[in-house]
């Protein structure tokens, strides 16, 4: 504590003591705060009585009456506060005399002026902004600027921080002016046409989330104090956060309990907060990602081209698919945070896609990936037996751990892909000889590593018949894809037939649809038949084009039905 303002302040020279000029009282004015510190500080006096302290001052008849006037202004600046547990006085505003029987005493922010003195605030010379790391520190101190002067009372006090303001709001002008690219977080406010008092309000949640704070800012009402001067602002200002708003449109909200009512809580949409975040960052993001896939020599990196309203699915497995989806959304992580079911930011899902060869599971994990804006590490599970005792057990650790390296090195979470997992889902063997000792070992590696991992897991499986029940509560979501029915083949072959080709007359894809085929065999089929239509002259599809290659393909020489597709 430095006692050299306090000091300065109740000295001979007051009036040119930096704690008087942030006042910004007169000479009356101070001799009154000067005689309520003194009695406060040097005699351990909390209240004074209006009576003894206008007396004390105005020793001739009535003149200590001149003092009140001065004392309500002291108030009104909120430098002094009024006793109200000991004042009888019924409104000091109706009649001044009434003073004359309370109770006086220096508020907080009179004391933390005496202790701290004025901060005092500097700016260089403007220079370009090189990097949006610089213009967010400057923003975020113009916030903290806001923060300052919504937690105080005193009106001279304000006008010194809104002075402050000034300043620092010329200066990041300055610097915008002097920069060649627009940071994208100004472009965003200015696309949005936010006004100065709205893009406080977004800055300020934008500053809670970079620096991770845990405060209640993001709260209405403290949103709302934070860009008010006053109770009239304060509801006038309300319209910023409702309905309709511009702001609106950048962020959301979410309601709480707080104190037995319901709160709104704001936040910046995760779409907004992403295009803000990844500013500059997704292609070097990415190059870092795929030069750590390089140096593991483990994962296929995929970078997913469709999303789940790409895929054709039953109606049952899209809703399971959008259930996992929701788990992004704040609203959900917000209330399962609060009921402590959930401590992390991070979605978290390990799922089994289990069907025939050609269904879609592979497919729906990349677009699934892709709707969670995440990139996708493949593992083949094919690879993992080795003929060396004991190295399998350790290449099932080396997915783990090369995936957590990847993660935390890259700073992001992809999903991780393990395609054919067969092996490691089928049912463990009872005794048997030392191979089939090593497949047990392996597995209850593999089931350790599924209930620590955290992040996005989608294990393929054509089988689920011979499924491991020691795998069931690993797993959040057990989903299976069934070979498409009618519908679902029409809307596949509608999807994948290329819109800028010639047809035949009388062309009709309900004919391709009544043939019983997965969708992997559909793609292939398409593929082959557009080979053999591209080397035609006229170019053109026609039905037995189609049906051509949908008979080799039903009467494979594999029998049956052959496995092919996206698996």
């Not at 915008?176 to 627009?182: E, G, T, W, Y």
Request: net charge negative; with cysteine.
């Amino acid at each position: 504590m430095r006692s050299d303002y306090l000091a300065e302040f109740l000295g001979e020279d007051a009036k040119n003591s930096a704690v008087a000029k942030a006042i910004g009282a007169d000479e009356s004015e101070l001799a009154i705060l000067q005689q309520i510190c003194e009695l406060y500080v040097l005699n351990g006096v909390g209240a004074v009585g209006v009576f003894e302290l206008t007396t004390h001052l105005g020793k001739e008849k009535f003149t200590h009456l001149n003092y009140l006037e001065k004392i309500k202004n002291l108030i009104d600046n909120g430098w002094i506060a009024v006793c109200l547990s000991s004042s009888k006085i019924l409104s000091i505003n109706e009649n001044l005399l009434s003073l004359l029987h309370a109770e006086v005493m220096p508020t907080q922010n009179l004391l933390n002026l005496l202790q701290n003195g004025v901060e005092e605030i500097k700016f260089l010379d403007p220079s370009p902004y090189n990097e949006r790391y610089e213009y967010l520190k400057d923003q975020f101190f113009r916030v903290y600027l806001y923060e300052k002067k919504s937690m105080l009372g005193a009106k001279k006090a304000k006008e010194l921080l809104n002075d402050q303001i000034c300043e620092c709001e010329k200066y990041i002008k300055s610097r915008l002016a002097l920069s060649k690219n627009q940071p994208k977080i100004e472009k965003i406010m200015k696309e949005n046409s936010l006004n100065e008092k709205e893009q406080i309000i977004f800055l300020a949640l934008l500053k809670q989330e970079f620096l991770d704070e845990e405060t209640s800012i993001g709260e209405s009402e403290n949103l709302i104090k934070l860009i008010s001067d006053n109770e009239f602002e304060k509801a006038s200002l309300k319209f910023c956060l409702a309905e309709g708003s511009k702001l609106l449109e950048l962020i959301d909200y979410d309601e709480i309990f707080k104190n037995d009512d319901i709160v709104q809580r704001f936040f910046i949409k995760d779409e907004i907060l992403d295009e803000i975040m990844h500013q500059n960052a997704n292609t070097s993001g990415k190059i870092k990602l795929e030069n750590l896939v390089k140096e593991q020599e483990i994962f296929e990196l995929i970078e997913p081209r469709t999303d789940i309203n790409d895929v054709v699915l039953n109606d049952k497995t899209k809703e399971l698919l959008e259930q996992i989806l929701k788990q992004v959304d704040r609203k959900v992580l917000s209330r399962l945070s609060s009921w402590g079911i959930k401590n992390r930011k991070g979605i978290d899902a390990k799922i089994i896609f289990y069907g025939e060869p050609g269904t879609g599971k592979t497919m729906s994990a990349l677009s699934l990936a892709k709707s969670l804006k995440k990139a996708v590490l493949s593992f083949d599970c094919s690879k993992i037996l080795s003929k060396y005792v004991g190295e399998s057990e350790q290449n099932v650790r080396k997915i783990f751990d090369s995936y957590k390296e990847i993660c935390k090195k890259s700073k992001s979470e992809p999903l991780l892909l393990l395609n054919e997992a067969d092996q490691f889902l089928s049912t463990r063997v009872e005794g048997g000889d030392s191979v089939d000792k090593m497949h047990n070992q392996m597995q209850n590696i593999f089931l350790e590593q599924i209930e620590r991992f955290e992040g996005v897991l989608v294990a393929t499986t054509n089988f689920l018949q011979s499924f491991d029940g020691a795998f069931s509560r690993r797993f959040d979501y057990k989903i299976e894809f069934k070979k498409p029915d009618f519908a679902a083949r029409l809307a596949i072959w509608r999807k994948v037939l290329p819109e800028n080709a010639c047809y035949e007359d009388g062309f009709m894809i309900e004919k391709l649809a009544n043939y019983n085929l997965s969708g992997g065999q559909i793609m292939l089929v398409l593929k082959n038949t557009a080979l053999k239509v591209a080397t035609k002259e006229d170019g053109i599809f026609t039905f037995e084009d189609f049906k051509a290659n949908i008979d080799t393909e039903l009467n494979s020489a594999f029998g049956g039905e052959k496995k092919v597709g996206f698996n």
